[in-house]
């Protein structure tokens, strides 16, 4: 049938990998000129399903057609053919060339191995005009900003005349401003006959861009339906599978003693000369999650480094439940009762290598449940890691002995958040903890730290995300250039307020205590 | 039966060993295309005799000579067998010195330095210590710790520098062979342990045996009559399976690795990143002393004391032999013996044919270094066996859609069930 309504059709495709079926018979059609939203949690197919329309995987099973036409599509050279190109969640880009460069790569017109720049650099231009995708075309990519790159790579795109616009997760990278103006620049595409692929779990910019949804679930086929007839709700009860609450539901907070107070911290930079954390006295009560809010790169890291001991702050005093805990070994602390839950879960949180049962007894494998005289108890951690597996849903392919590098990101962060949770720790450091998890994922770590927190516990949150940062803590300190700037509570103010902090434009004078 | 078979086949060992004999097998042919080469080029070596060659590459473990008429002849040969087993002793101990460095992230380059520094420790100790006032089998002891610590110390050098200063071990290895070498050459060159009373034997060190120190035979002189083979081979084995032990079943072996496989996760978990480095290159290190300690304690071979110029080949052969075992400690006992059982055949080429010995070991480095292919050879097979599922599950498909899409239906009626 030629003449279809929709552009790309992938019908009934089954694709299995070994354990774990990543596609069961999913179908996705694409219509001519909308913007099709891919939803789903991390794990439901979505990646896999993109791959096998991009020809980097073949599915065991279904046919892929274009203008109601079966197509084969091998590799990606004949995606590439037909039409389709994608914007991948971490961009494509040689660094230390420059945007014009970087657009024509791959596809330079050139006349006796001279490169054409001028016909090239016209192109460009015109399309960027066209689109209202601004970008300096002789800057270096290096020096240029999260957001242009991706318009760099959209541009990628249209120079090589492509019609259908994959977007695998388009605004994890970008500020608030930067997701708005990517939006109008989706709709600019569609009205040009463009038709796109929003790949995403983020439920407000699905809502607010796309035209009709495709949702899946551990890779099977859950339904589609118009952006304009449904509801964030509905949405987020379809993608997880039961009804999620997107606001984190928390009660009064009840802070008692000090569980951990920080006094005149200095922590040197290793990147520059300068210290990375200057003079920064706080104090983290039981009962009471305190929210670190601040722009990458403000001394976050360095700060949670000093806390956790993989630093040595040059000066200052750490107390941990009335201990001195300034110059103890990470394993004294985390006896004493501090978790963590680290920033970059591949250099930190995981030993990639491990199975999933090694790695839940990262923290304990020394206690005597786990060990006689040296000796691991083997049947004593596969119980431990089922126990945990069970309680906190982390999935894999193989269970227990699953290595870790196979599992999905907010799986192996949910492995590294039922490790430090179920060591019951006085004190909770979670540093992004939510960082590229979708919302079932989100909620589900966020109500954890409410409940540790209701139990007594005391939790220090380290975020980027202002969303996270407004709903979660009951105390916000913004972190700028190594110094704690302001102090606040979420329910007294707003965003705009914490964002003129973060920014470095406005300060508190100094106080040399904080309560 | 058929569905048991396929499990075994399934199995990642399995994969391992079959990729390994296939390698090996595809090295000891090329080696023999060498030999038919060498043999129909030269005009010394008749095509009988590089057949002759051949037969002794794949079989020269089980040579017994040349009969009357001056035919091989092949059959159980003890000698050869004996020899094999004790010249595999020092290989397994430094093929396991390796693998143990290896699977905690570290190169160990050093092992032939840590075998002379076991080597200096265990025979000053076996023959300074004079057996007329200690009992001889507590100078073995003595000795053989001797042999052990001086090797993990000389190996903690490098882990140290490695742990402290952040030092590539592998240079520091180099470097500490080196010194090993001409530490001991001095170190013997003022000793009294030079051989004086035997004619021909200047630039030797005494063997243990004149101070009546040798590794207990155990019985096994009977096994393999005429060979050199004593217990130091059961000693080897033993240290295999307590590498095993420690580094599969024990609290150490987990942070090892840890430390091995990411040192920051190490560090976050509060192992001590830096005493493991150093802990895992002194086992290392302790691994090849005892190398270089259960060779000379044999009491019947005899140390060529100035090694100034050349490193033990002992030492480097230990590499190869890890690698063909994959670090699997129990696994480096077979490789350590499939080496030694090389050698072995080489002498037979030599000794038997017109092969010279440096043809010899251009032959054996062949077969080592195809065996080494071991990696691509696993893909291979992993690769075939991945097709054929394949295959079996495409046929299957159109039945089970059906299926699938029966259970799809239920799951949707049962969700709106759920939401009514």
């Known amino acids: 049938m030629p003449d279809s309504e929709y552009v790309i059709e992938m019908l009934h495709i089954t694709k299995e990998f070994p354990g774990i079926i990543a596609n069961d018979d999913i179908t996705l059609q694409l219509k001519k000129g909308e913007i099709h939203a891919l939803l789903g949690e991390n794990g439901a197919g979505k990646s896999t399903l993109m791959s096998v329309l991009f020809g980097l995987y073949q599915p065991e099973a279904g046919e892929i057609r274009k203008n109601g036409e079966v197509v084969k599509i091998s590799d990606p050279n004949d995606a590439t053919a037909l039409h389709i190109g994608m914007v991948h969640q971490h961009f494509q880009l040689i660094d230390v060339f420059t945007v014009l460069d970087n657009i024509i790569l791959g596809a330079e017109t050139a006349k006796l191995g001279f490169l054409q720049k001028d016909e090239a650099r016209k192109k460009v231009s015109e399309l960027s005009e066209r689109y209202g995708l601004h970008v300096d075309l002789d800057a270096k990519v290096e020096d240029i900003t999260v957001g242009m790159q991706q318009r760099v790579e959209i541009l990628k795109m249209l120079y090589r005349d492509n019609e259908i616009l994959i977007f695998d997760e388009p605004t994890a990278v970008l500020t608030p401003q930067e997701i708005k103006e990517l939006m109008l620049i989706m709709r600019n595409l569609t009205k040009e006959s463009k038709s796109i692929l929003f790949i995403s779990h983020k439920l407000q910019e699905i809502m607010e861009v796309s035209d009709r949804v495709t949702v899946l679930r551990k890779g099977k086929y859950v339904g589609t339906l118009e952006t304009k007839n449904t509801t964030k709700e509905e949405l987020s009860r379809m993608m997880v599978g039961r009804p999620v609450h997107l606001v984190v539901e928390k009660g009064p907070a009840h802070p008692a003693d000090d569980i951990l107070t920080v006094e005149h911290l200095t922590v040197p930079s290793k990147l520059h000369k300068n210290n990375a954390v200057k003079d920064v006295s706080f104090s983290v009560r039981a009962g009471e999650i305190v929210c670190i809010a601040g722009i990458d790169g403000n001394g976050q890291t360095e700060l949670v480094y000093a806390l956790t001991g993989l630093e040595k702050p040059s000066a200052g005093k750490l107390s941990l439940c009335g201990q001195n805990i300034t110059s103890a070994t990470v394993r004294a602390r985390s006896k004493n009762g501090m978790s963590h839950i680290p920033e970059d879960r591949h250099k930190h949180g995981l030993i990639l290598d491990y199975t999933l049962e090694q790695n839940l007894v990262l923290q304990r494998y020394w206690e005597p449940g786990f060990q006689n005289k040296g000796f691991i108890k083997f049947d004593a951690v596969r119980a431990y890691a089922q126990k945990l597996i069970a309680e906190y849903d982390v999935r894999s392919g193989q269970g227990p002995i699953t290595k870790a590098r196979s599992m999905s990101g907010g799986n192996q962060q949910k492995a590294i958040v039922a490790r430090e949770i179920d060591k019951d720790p006085e004190l909770l450091v979670a540093v992004q903890p939510t960082r590229g998890l979708d919302v079932g994922a989100i909620e589900y770590i966020h109500k954890k730290l409410v409940e540790q927190r209701d139990a007594g516990k005391g939790v220090l949150l380290v975020s980027l995300e202002l969303d996270e940062v407004m709903n979660v803590s009951d105390r916000i300190l913004v972190m700028y250039e190594g110094e704690i700037v302001g102090e606040f509570d979420p329910k007294k103010v707003t965003v705009e307020e914490l964002g003129l902090y973060m920014a470095g434009a406005k300060r508190d004078r100094k106080e040399s205590e904080t309560a | ?420």
């Not at chain 2, 043999?39 to 037969?55: C, F, H, M, Q």
């Not at chain 2, 050098?157 to 070498?181: D, F, Q, R």
């Not at chain 2, 802990?279 to 100035?306: D, K, P, Q, R």
């Open chain 2, 1 to 420: 039966m058929k569905q048991k078979l396929s499990a075994f086949w399934a199995k990642d060992g399995t994969r391992s060993v079959c990729a390994s004999l296939i390698s090996i097998l595809i090295g000891m042919a090329v080696g023999s295309i060498i030999v038919i080469i060498v043999g129909l080029t030269s005009k010394t070596i008749s095509s009988k005799g590089a057949w002759e060659g051949v037969r002794l590459v794949f079989a020269g473990i089980c040579s017994t000579g040349r009969d009357t008429v001056g035919n091989l002849t092949f059959g159980f040969s003890p000698v050869n067998l004996g020899n094999t087993l004790f010249r595999a002793t020092p290989l397994i101990l430094t093929g396991l010195s390796v693998a143990v460095a290896f699977k905690t992230g570290l190169f160990n380059i050093g092992a032939a330095g840590q075998y002379l520094a076991g080597t200096a420790a265990t025979l000053f100790i076996a023959l300074e210590i004079p057996s007329a006032v200690v009992p001889a089998w507590i100078i073995w002891i003595l000795a053989f710790l001797g042999g052990l610590l001086a090797g993990a110390f000389w190996g903690a050098i490098p882990g140290t520098l490695k742990a402290l200063l952040n030092i590539n071990e592998v240079l520091t290895s180099i470097m500490t062979n080196w010194i090993a070498a001409n530490l001991v050459t001095w170190f013997f060159d003022i000793s009294n342990l030079k051989n004086v009373v035997e004619y021909g034997k200047t630039g030797y060190i005494y063997k243990t045996s004149f101070n009546g120190v040798s590794t207990p035979k155990l019985g096994l002189d009977k096994l393999f009559p005429g060979s050199q083979v004593n217990a130091g081979i059961l000693i080897a084995i033993v240290l295999a399976v307590l590498v095993y032990i420690m580094m599969s079943k024990t609290t150490l072996g987990y942070e090892l690795k840890a430390c091995g496989a990411n040192r920051h996760a190490a560090r976050y978990a509060g192992i001590r990143d830096k005493r493991n480095i150093v802990l895992s290159m002194a086992i290392a290190g302790a691994l090849s002393g005892v190398a270089g300690s259960l060779y000379w304690l044999s009491g019947n071979t005899e140390f060529f004391w100035s090694t100034y110029q050349s490193l033990p080949d002992a030492g480097f052969n230990g590499i190869p032999v890890a690698l063909l075992a994959v670090n699997n400690p129990i696994a480096v006992v077979f490789t350590g013996i499939f080496m030694s059982a090389l050698t072995v055949a080489g002498q037979q080429l030599k000794n038997l044919t017109a092969y010279n010995e440096y043809i010899t070991n251009v032959i054996t480095a062949t077969i080592v270094y195809l065996s080494a292919f071991y990696l691509v050879i696993k893909m291979w097979i992993s690769g075939r066996k991945k097709r054929k599922i394949n295959k079996v599950q495409t046929s299957a498909v159109p039945d089970s859609a059906d299926e699938t899409q029966k259970a799809l239906l239920d799951e949707n009626a049962r969700k709106e069930g759920d939401a009514q």
